[in-house]
């Protein structure tokens, strides 16, 4: 019988270290948010016990697209009829922004739309995992990321109080990307621009505040107008291919796979400040092909 009792209390406190609140690791992020950012222990604590695991989330992160499929699987899923098309029609129903943002920063409206087509097929699939579940989930169970998400979960308080977004709502990836362009957090607050002037920034709901935001965040990663994005390259002739054009000041070699025949390519700052935005190589060159087949 003692032993049963014992059972049940060891069930019940690993019941309750797991609200996040009460996880000995939240404390740091807890006197962080009050101490430094002013925020109401109260409030901080409610929205950490309001936090849920998602198992899902740790198994998704654990095996992303860009690292474990093929080139050509990866290919496959972006650069497709329908993708496509809907595509162009995206450009043509907000040809007059896109044109605004391609003059203000630069970035052709083919390539604001092709990421915004790769991120979330143009505003369709934003993610259905709250935000706060996959940051603390993140924070406090994937140990090989927490520190970046942990900032993360810093940066998610302070966006929604700055945007007066309630806490429990915004839902996102599995990596807490939000909105149209999917941007973390810290990205929100870096790089987000209220490109309707409405006073506010909302990549949620604001077709015009995401192709602004996307097109600045790009702008200040170094995009380069009338730059290219990729050249192919004969691997014969390399090296006399493998200068820089006057002006462009990083260049990248990359091998794409594809009919097990090993393609080459010379990156430029286009291509560089398109990994910015999703580090993988993959993800930067089916924006490439796609905003090739945008342009009508
Ligand atoms: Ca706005």
Request: proline share 2%; charged share 30%; net charge neutral.
């Given at each position: ?30 006197d ?26 740790i ?10 499929w ?16 809907n595509?162009?029609n ?9 044109e ?25 699939v ?6 706060i579940?996959?940051?603390?989930t ?17 940066e ?21 990307a939000?909105?149209?362009?999917q941007?973390i ?10 490109f ?50 006057p002006?462009?000041?990083k ?14 390519f ?5 291509f ?25």
């Amino acid at each position: 019988m003692k032993k049963l009792i014992n059972l049940t209390l060891l069930v019940f406190s690993t019941l309750t270290i797991a609200s996040y609140s009460e996880h000995p690791e939240s404390k740091k992020i807890i006197d962080e948010l009050v101490d430094i950012h002013g925020f109401k222990k109260d409030y901080v604590l409610d929205a950490l016990s309001n936090a849920k695991k998602q198992q899902s989330i740790i198994n998704s992160i654990s095996s992303p697209a860009e690292f474990t499929w093929t080139w050509e699987k990866y290919k496959k899923l972006f650069i497709e009829e329908k993708r496509i098309q809907n595509g162009k029609n995206f450009i043509l129903e907000n040809i007059d922004t896109l044109e605004r943002a391609e003059k203000k920063y630069g970035v052709p409206k083919e390539t604001i739309t092709a990421i915004l087509g790769v991120e979330t097929r143009y505003g369709k699939v934003m993610g259905n995992y709250r935000v706060i579940d996959s940051l603390t989930t993140l924070s406090f169970e994937y140990p090989r990321r927490s520190k970046f998400f942990k900032k993360e979960l810093i940066e998610f308080f302070l966006l929604t109080r700055e945007n007066n977004i309630d806490i429990n709502t915004p839902k996102g990836s599995y990596a807490g990307a939000m909105g149209y362009g999917q941007f973390i957090s810290s990205s929100y607050r870096a790089y987000a621009v209220d490109f309707d002037n409405d006073g506010k920034v909302d990549l949620f709901n604001s077709v015009d505040d995401a192709i602004g935001s996307i097109a600045n965040y790009l702008y200040l990663h170094g995009w380069k107008r009338e730059g290219s994005i990729v050249k192919k390259v004969d691997i014969n002739n390399v090296r006399k291919v493998f200068k820089p054009e006057p002006g462009l000041s990083k260049f990248i070699s990359l091998t794409f796979e594809e009919e097990e025949k090993d393609h080459y390519f010379i990156g430029d700052d286009n291509f560089i400040a398109i990994t910015k935005y999703n580090i993988s190589h993959f993800y930067a060159m089916a924006v490439y092909y796609l905003s090739e087949e945008l342009k009508i």
